[in-house]
């Protein structure tokens, strides 16, 4: 059994900061990709960044275009987790945030499956 759980959410100022951060837990053999999604009320949900399973070269990361300059994924694979650092929030980020990672597990280490959070709620508002 694999699960995320996730936690950092809340209610902050535009212009201020959060840090959200998933840690994966359970049966695994190993996490490749790690990222978040987030889904505001009344839209589809919309990929925000990602990170890679890194290796010699080191991890990739990638973000929508609307979070470049002001949020940062980054994972530390020691502790299975992952965070999205949010600087510079604005309205327009308030949603909710899904954590995903594609993982195996170790009774099928080369089946690997989406595995999703529980959502944590950011709310950018004055």
């Known amino acids: 059994q694999v699960q995320l759980v996730e936690s950092g959410g809340g209610l902050v100022q535009p212009g201020g900061s959060l840090r959200l951060s998933c840690a994966a837990s359970?049966?695994?053999?190993?996490?490749?990709?790690m990222g978040w999604y987030r889904q505001a009320p009344g839209k589809q949900r919309e990929l925000v960044a990602t990170?890679?399973?890194?290796?010699?070269?080191?991890?990739?990361?990638n973000y929508r275009d609307s979070v470049k300059g002001r949020f940062t994924i980054s994972r530390d694979n020691a502790k299975n987790t992952t965070y999205l650092q949010m600087n510079s929030l604005k309205p327009e980020d308030t949603a909710v945030y899904y954590c995903?990672?594609?993982?195996?597990?170790?009774?099928?280490?080369?089946?690997?499956?989406?595995?999703w959070g529980q959502g944590t709620q950011v709310t950018v508002s004055s």
């Open positions: 995903y990672a594609v993982i195996s597990a170790m009774g099928a280490p080369f089946n690997a499956n989406n595995y």
């Open positions: 359970g049966n695994i053999f190993k996490i490749y990709v």
């Open positions: 990170v890679s399973s890194g290796g010699t070269s080191g991890t990739t990361t």
